[in-house]
């Protein structure tokens, strides 16, 4: 892959999101990588370390944005690529200590919190559900008195659907002190808006289905370590157990990435418009976003995010009724599950059982795109009255 073209000044992550995992700059050479379409590789005797031996070890087609995604997220070394969000986060949750605790988010994506009561099951493992924004009690969770210490401290920040803001940095201090690993999805915020790793974290993991991807089209993951022995142990974990990307998504999800700036500034500047104004709306209840003085932990986002984010919370007078008739109500904006892609979606999240019972039956997740947003406000507010 090309070096750095300006090794002597630092990359911005908006330009390094571009250049980066690129071919090398020969004569004729192709400006993007190819993508390579073979499961297996010539191959004779001993294989040599990094030989290219079959497609499930590696191939050509991860590498480039396996690259892109380690700079993005200032590790020394590459991302792995994962065949889903899940993948991605099963092969994180993997490294827990058997019959040790791993502290989760009490709001967290909920197929992540199914796959940390699995391994209750599986591994005799401890789950201690914490309110992430308190700080005080991520930390009095990771070795309580008398009970199994934590292995791990899992952090969403902010969190999946209600947008609470961790303290990342004292978290993580605190729990290396006691011994614990750390991991932060890194989904909604994205490298763009925070670099946990930079702040001392062990393992960051997204699903790059949504903002990395942004097209809708692509069910991708990725985790991202400075821990050679940490990485090791994920990439036996994908070899093995097979959760391994095919090389048309791989392809599209760099090509999305190519764009991560562009769009999210677009979508983090109109959702922070349409917070302001539906606060103000006489037909919602309440508004939920990292931008908003009202927000809980404003001040902390504001100190610790490069960016508000892309998504909002919005609970419609009415309750949970009146939520999904604006879901039906709409016309721009798409009602659908997952988020970050250029089209503006919506949902009313406690429809689904396994959504924490704390988050509101009336709570619609609301992803904006990049779309127009006088046209996106203009649906909502005609939605919002209609419903009334």
């Known amino acids: 892959m090309t070096p750095d073209p300006t090794a002597a000044r630092p990359l ?10 690129r071919p090398d700059r020969t004569q004729g050479a192709p400006v993007n990588p190819p993508v390579v379409l073979s499961s297996t590789y010539v191959s004779t005797g001993t294989p040599e370390p990094g030989e290219k031996l079959y497609a499930r070890y590696t191939t050509e087609t991860w590498e480039p944005f396996e690259q892109v995604l380690g700079e993005l997220e200032h590790s020394a070394l ?3 690529v994962f065949s889903s969000g899940m993948a991605a986060v099963t092969a994180a949750l993997s490294l827990v200590t058997p019959g040790t605790a791993v502290v989760v988010p009490r709001h967290a994506y909920h197929a992540t919190l199914l796959a940390a009561a699995e391994l209750t099951e599986r591994s005799r493992v401890h789950v201690r559900p ?3 924004a308190d700080t005080a009690d991520v930390v009095g969770a990771i070795a309580p008195t008398g009970e199994v210490p934590a292995s791990m401290v899992w952090l969403e920040s902010p969190t999946n659907p209600m947008l609470d803001v961790a303290d990342v940095p004292a978290i993580v201090a605190a729990a290396r002190e006691r011994g614990a690993l750390t991991v932060v999805d890194n989904t909604f915020a994205t490298p ?9 974290v062990d393992v960051v993991v997204h699903s790059a289905t949504k903002f990395l991807s942004g097209h809708s089209d692509v069910v991708l993951g990725a985790a991202v370590t400075d821990d050679a022995g940490l990485r090791e142990r994920m990439l036996t974990r994908r070899t093995v157990g097979g959760a391994i990307a095919g090389p048309f998504e791989t392809y599209l999800a760099l090509r999305g990435l190519r764009t991560l700036a562009l ?4 979508s983090q500047a109109s959702a922070l418009v349409l917070a302001r104004r539906l606060e103000e709306h006489p037909g919602v209840l309440e508004v939920r976003h990292p931008g908003l003085p009202s927000h809980p932990q404003h001040d902390r986002a504001t100190a610790l995010l490069d960016g508000y984010g ?4 919005v609970r419609p007078r009415g309750g949970a009724a009146a939520a999904d008739a604006l879901t039906r109500a709409v016309r721009l904006w798409v009602p659908a599950t997952s988020l970050g892609g250029v089209e ?16 509101p039956e009336d709570l619609l997740r609301l992803s904006v795109g990049i779309e127009d947003v ?7 507010d005609q939605a919002l009255v209609s419903i009334r």
């Open 192 to 200: 763009l808006g925070q670099r946990p790793l930079t702040e001392g």
């Open 344 to 359: 503006s979606t919506l949902e009313r999240r406690r429809r689904f059982s396994s959504e924490a019972a704390t988050v």
């Open 130 to 132: 914490v309110d992430v």
């Open 310 to 313: 892309s998504v909002l919370t």
């Open 374 to 380: 006088e046209d996106l406000w203009a649906d909502l």
């Open 78 to 80: 590459p991302a792995l």
């Open 12 to 21: 911005s992550p908006a330009t390094r999101v571009v250049a980066s995992g």
């Open 263 to 266: 769009r999210t500034e677009r």
